[in-house]
């Protein structure tokens, strides 16, 4: 299995922009479906969007037109273009397989959207 260190997360005001990153360490990197997920303060984790080993893309409908994902396997990365934030959009930011597996979240990193 896979395990990641995420990075990027930062305080920005509403209408910023983030590009969070991902580094996976393991085997095999390309043909796992990856996804970024997040955990605003006194909610449930939920899926952001993931994308295949062929580069199929899949969003909330939440972040659907303003958030982007992408993976660069020459680099064990998976990225996620944030635009357009919203103060919603708060939270811990980690990334897993999809679907996640319990042994391989990292520590996340956050992201504060505030004026």
């Known amino acids: 299995q896979l395990q990641f260190v995420e990075s990027g997360g930062a305080s920005v005001q509403p209408g910023g922009s983030l590009r969070l990153s991902c580094a996976a360490s393991?085997?095999?990197?390309?043909?796992?479906?990856l996804a970024w997920y997040r955990q605003a303060p006194g909610k449930q984790r939920e899926l952001v969007a993931y994308?295949?080993?062929?580069?199929?893309?899949t969003y909330a409908d939440s972040v659907k037109g303003r958030f982007t994902i992408s993976r660069d396997n020459a680099e064990n990365t998976v990225y996620l273009q944030m635009n357009n934030l919203k103060p919603e959009d708060t939270g811990v930011y980690s990334c897993?397989?999809?679907?996640?597996?319990?042994?391989?979240w990292g520590q996340g990193t956050q992201v504060t959207v505030s004026s």
């Open positions: 897993n397989e999809y679907p996640a597996i319990e042994n391989s």
């Open positions: 393991g085997r095999a990197f390309s043909v796992y479906r």
């Open positions: 994308i295949t080993s062929g580069g199929t893309t």
